[in-house]
């Protein structure tokens, strides 16, 4: 369980609900920027059952959506800046290989988004990359920026940094009642605290939660299944390996994609 960073008080700058990635970023800004942030999570930390557990997730500039790529170049700074605070390695760059067939639109969007003319076909892609064998119909297009995020590290690291900036992280404390207003109020499992501005990254229960405020968000949560592949040459898909980050687009059978990354969570096993 993480120790609150300082004595139980009830009033703050702000309050942020959840404790996740989103939550716990968002927290630590605020308490960089001098704001006397209290970020409240409902598990004990850590925990697995929200979106942000894991060792590995994949980062990338390429995306269907442009808004989203011209964000990425501060995310990267973000994540450098957080790594050098903390002394700790976050990302690993491998490299991203997105998958579909030739003109696919979002293949299209993407390779745009990268600025990038090279569309490889299973020739060129071997040659970077000898693991990897391109189905029939397919072409690839390579986002060199995209890697692995290690995930529980990088949780770890920002909600540390927020406590070193003097936030206060309370786990164990689920939030059951927001009472609006110029100062909000914000009723948990135990105790009552006030703000003037409340920020909820709830993540999956975000939809339900924000009900008792009267809105309702079109969210739906999704699962999503985490299969380990063994390796069929043992070393052959590790991160000292060529082995790269991949991101399946546009296939009629797998309509969500599919994506995977080399074998750093367990050693041998491919995570897809
Ligand atoms: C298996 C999997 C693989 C993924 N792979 C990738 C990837 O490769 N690349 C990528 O970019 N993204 C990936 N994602 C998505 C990414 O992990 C999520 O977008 C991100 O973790 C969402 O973080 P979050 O903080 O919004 O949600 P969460 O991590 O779910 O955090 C929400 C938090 O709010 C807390 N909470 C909820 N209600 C209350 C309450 N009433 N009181 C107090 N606390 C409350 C919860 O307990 C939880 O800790 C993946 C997600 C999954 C599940």
Known sequence: MAAPSQPQKSTYDVIVIG??????????????RHKDTLLLEQFLLPHSRGSSHGQSR?????????????????????WQQLEAETGTTLYRQTG???LGPPGEPELEACR?????????????????FPGFRLPAGQVAVLDSTGGVLFADRALRAVQEVFRRHGGTLRDGEKV???EPGATVTVTTTAGVYKAPRLIITAGPWTGAFVEQLGLHLPLQPVRIDVCYWREKQPGS??????????????????????YGLPSIEYPGLMKV
């Not at 404790?19 to 960089?32: D, E, K, R």
């Not at 990338?60 to 964000?71: D, I, K, N």
């Open 58 to 78: 994949i980062i990338r500039s390429a995306y269907p959506q442009e808004y989203y790529s011209r964000m990425m170049p501060d995310s990267f700074r973000l």
């Open 176 to 178: 059951l009642r927001i």
């Open 112 to 128: 745009r988004s990268l600025g990038v003319n090279e569309v490889l076909d299973a020739v060129a892609l071997a040659k970077l």
């Open 96 to 98: 991203l290989v997105l």
């Open 237 to 258: 898909a590790g991160l000292g390996s060529v082995s790269p980050c991949f991101l399946t687009l546009g296939l009629s059978q797998a309509p969500h994609g599919i």
């Open 19 to 32: 404790a996740g990635i989103q939550g716990s970023f968002t927290a630590y800004h605020l308490a960089q």
